[in-house]
């Protein structure tokens, strides 16, 4: 299971919003016209990154998704089980302010997975805790330039998870 963001225009967000463009039409769009520069892919590592900003897995969230997730469902979003979900830019911006106060090596230093144990946290059970937490919090800083480069955009993000 991987989350998938894709950085898109303000025009061309506004028209999936207002149902002009229909999702099937938009990701066969995305697969043809977008630049590698517009997506972002997170593997095994996206909840473990939930799991350090919201102390809980995303599958505990209930219908409540954090806003680094998509926390607004698109209304074509029926296509599949968690749906299509987009991040505004304002919300964007408000990501990148939740993440200001974050320090990386207090967090690897204090970082313990004993945590998760009773958890519902989706991770790669395949790599060792130190290989796991980096692999984490390199995820979580693409996620931030990415998030950085769409403010800079003016653009919103489309989430998918699959």
């Keep these: 299971m991987?989350?998938?963001?894709?950085?898109?225009?303000?025009?061309?967000?506004?028209?999936?919003?207002?149902?002009?463009?229909?999702?099937n039409d938009f990701l066969n769009y995305i697969e043809n016209k977008l630049l590698k520069n517009d997506y972002l892919?997170?593997?095994?590592?996206?909840?473990?990154?939930?799991?350090?900003?919201?102390?809980?897995?995303?599958f505990e969230?209930?219908?409540?998704m954090p806003l680094i997730f998509g926390?607004?469902?698109?209304?074509?979003?029926?296509?599949?089980?968690?749906?299509?979900?987009?991040?505004t830019n304002d919300q964007i911006?408000?990501?990148?302010?939740?993440?200001?106060?974050?320090?990386?090596?207090?967090?690897?230093?204090?970082?313990?997975?004993?945590?998760?144990e009773n958890t519902k946290v989706y991770f790669d059970k395949t790599l060792s805790q130190k290989e796991l937490l980096e692999k984490t919090?390199?995820?979580f800083e693409a996620l931030k330039s990415f998030l950085i480069s769409a403010s800079k955009d003016d653009s919103a993000i489309i989430v998918f998870f699959e």
């Design 41 to 58: 892919f997170l593997n095994e590592t996206w909840d473990l990154i939930n799991f350090i900003l919201n102390g809980k897995s995303l």
């Design 93 to 116: 911006k408000q990501c990148l302010q939740d993440f200001e106060g974050l320090d990386f090596t207090i967090i690897k230093q204090n970082f313990d997975f004993s945590d998760i």
């Design 137 to 139: 919090l390199n995820d």
């Design 2 to 23: 991987h989350f998938k963001y894709c950085k898109i225009s303000k025009p061309v967000f506004d028209s999936l919003i207002n149902n002009e463009i229909e999702i």
């Design 61 to 64: 969230a209930n219908e409540e």
């Design 71 to 87: 926390s607004n469902k698109m209304e074509q979003s029926d296509l599949k089980e968690y749906g299509y979900r987009y991040i």
